[in-house]
């Protein structure tokens, strides 16, 4: 019993003596927002396995989590988003594309605060397989799909299945089109980037765009 009244007195000390240095130094102060808005994300993730297995594979799972972990994220980190132009995408019933410019994992917390109905994400297969996060994706019905290269015409084919449900089901797809440091610096794209600027050109689909701006102190 004393162990454990030991233990807590020094984890409370340890929080209490971040939370006092958070103040002065802006590497703890960064250090500390990102673990508890990773945090955020656990927890979030929990929900949704809790939540999913009532209503599997159903679009507006997200949907209904979203909101919690925005404004548990927005706490976190002491960032508020103010969104623009959005009544824009709410005045329409029809499929759409938001895009995200993924410059950053906090473009999470903006796409959270303005999350759509019928939405989901099209995200790389390897995040299946991420403990909770990937779980909780699968049984929220996001969509997975390959990015190794040579795999051009299954991508294709895979996202103009998905195509065809933006159509025919009104089904909003979050997407992030920007390639990572390594495409950045080679100058390429894989080939499920560059199917996303072909629905663009070749659908009549509402194609959303937002950026994130962050103050000065984070």
């Known amino acids: 019993m004393s ?6 007195t020094y984890l409370l000390g ?20 990102m673990v508890l808005y990773s945090l955020a994300f656990l927890v979030t993730a929990i929900l949704h396995l809790l939540y999913c297995p009532f209503f599997p594979k159903n679009r507006d799972n997200t949907y209904t989590l979203a909101p919690f972990f925005y404004y548990m994220s ?7 988003v103010e969104s623009e132009g ?4 709410e005045a329409t019933d029809e499929g759409y594309i938001l895009c995200s410019n993924h410059q950053s994992s906090l473009d999470t917390l903006a796409i959270a605060r303005i ?12 995040l299946m397989y991420v403990p909770f996060f990937g779980w909780a994706a699968y049984l929220s019905g996001h969509e997975f799909i390959t990015r190794k290269s040579g ?15 933006i159509k025919n089901e009104r089904l909003r797809v979050v997407v992030f089109p920007e390639a990572p440091e ?5 100058g390429r794209c894989c080939p499920s980037r560059k199917v996303v600027f072909t629905w663009h050109s070749n ?16």
Do not use: Q
């Open 115 to 126: 999350w759509p109905h019928r939405a989901i994400i099209l995200m790389k297969k390897s």
């Open 3 to 8: 162990e454990c009244c030991c233990t807590c």
């Open 203 to 218: 659908a009549s689909l509402l194609f959303s765009c937002y950026y994130l701006h962050l103050p000065p102190s984070i």
């Open 182 to 186: 390594t495409g950045r610096l080679t």
């Open 151 to 165: 795999a051009s015409s299954e991508v294709r084919d895979h996202m103009n299945v998905i195509n065809e449900r």
């Open 14 to 33: 340890g929080i209490v003596f971040l939370y006092l240095l958070s103040f002065v130094s802006k590497i703890v102060n960064y250090g500390c927002k």
């Open 86 to 89: 959005i009544e824009h995408v």
């Open 74 to 80: 927005s706490f976190a980190t002491g960032i508020t």
